[in-house]
């Protein structure tokens, strides 16, 4: 099946963006690293937040290697945010970024965020990748804290996106969607579930965004001109969602 083709990124003649984003686990790129790249290249994505990205020996070579190969930079991330990354295309100005370590549960794995306030044309934008907790409780307070950081972020417009190990009945994906705008419930486009990608079963996986922020589409890209199944399912474990986005121009 070959998709509809989703928006094209633009800057609209109000100075709203027309952006592409999108949302990765990538399995620290123990897999295909060229399969992986062909389908973020073949996505043509402005942002991309990226979930278990390389955290121990050489990982800013492979981030920076993954970044190259797909035409984007490394923004913020990795493993001073425990796994979450952001690249971005040379579309945005960066404005500041801070990676955060979330309180440590013993046992447990050490989890973070990714953030920047980007701006693109005429909008500015906060942006939060995440990987939450496979534990129920830790997870519904880290989803909590999620919306406590975008909302200290001071921007009109915020993208968070990411791997939250819950599906959309669960309760931290509950709390998030009641706070932002589950982009693939507001607007359907490709597929839905995104884990595993031979049996996908199981929406874990999603990009949220502001309300005030428009969803043009939003899903699994299987079908998108230059996606293969076969790379997606040899890229890593999970499948990637694309957004497509129109971000008002910030108000003066």
Not at 54 to 66: C, G, M, Q, V, Y
Request: glycine share 8%; aromatic share 4%; charged share 25%.
């Amino acid at each position: 099946m070959v998709l509809t083709p989703l928006p094209d990124s633009r800057t609209e003649p109000d100075g709203s963006a027309v952006i592409r984003v999108l949302s990765y686990n990538v399995r620290s790129m123990r897999d295909d690293r060229e399969a992986l790249a062909r389908v973020i290249s073949a996505c043509a994505p402005d942002l991309v937040l990226v979930q278990e990205a390389p955290r121990f020996f050489r990982w800013r070579k492979r981030a920076a290697w993954l970044a190259a190969r797909t035409d984007l930079v490394v923004l913020s991330g990795g493993a001073t945010a425990a796994g979450p990354l952001l690249l971005c295309s040379l579309r945005a100005a960066v404005e500041r970024t801070e990676d955060v370590l979330l309180p440590l549960t013993p046992g447990l794995h050490r989890r973070g965020f990714a953030t920047s306030v980007v701006r693109i044309a005429g909008t500015r934008i906060g942006l939060l990748s995440f990987h939450l907790s496979l534990q129920r409780d830790e997870r519904l307070a880290q989803a909590q804290m999620l919306l406590e950081r975008l909302d200290a972020m001071g921007v009109e417009h915020a993208i968070a996106a990411g791997d939250l190990n819950d599906v959309p009945t669960g309760t931290a994906f509950r709390r998030l969607a009641g706070r932002l705008q589950d982009c693939w419930a507001v607007r359907p486009w490709g597929d839905e579930n995104t884990f595993s990608p031979d049996h996908p079963r199981r929406r874990i996986d999603a990009v949220f965004a502001t309300h005030g922020i428009e969803v043009l589409g939003c899903g699994v890209p299987a079908g998108l001109p230059g996606v293969t199944d076969a790379d997606l399912r040899a890229a890593t474990d999970h499948l990637p969602v694309l957004a497509a986005l129109r971000v008002p121009a910030t108000r003066p």
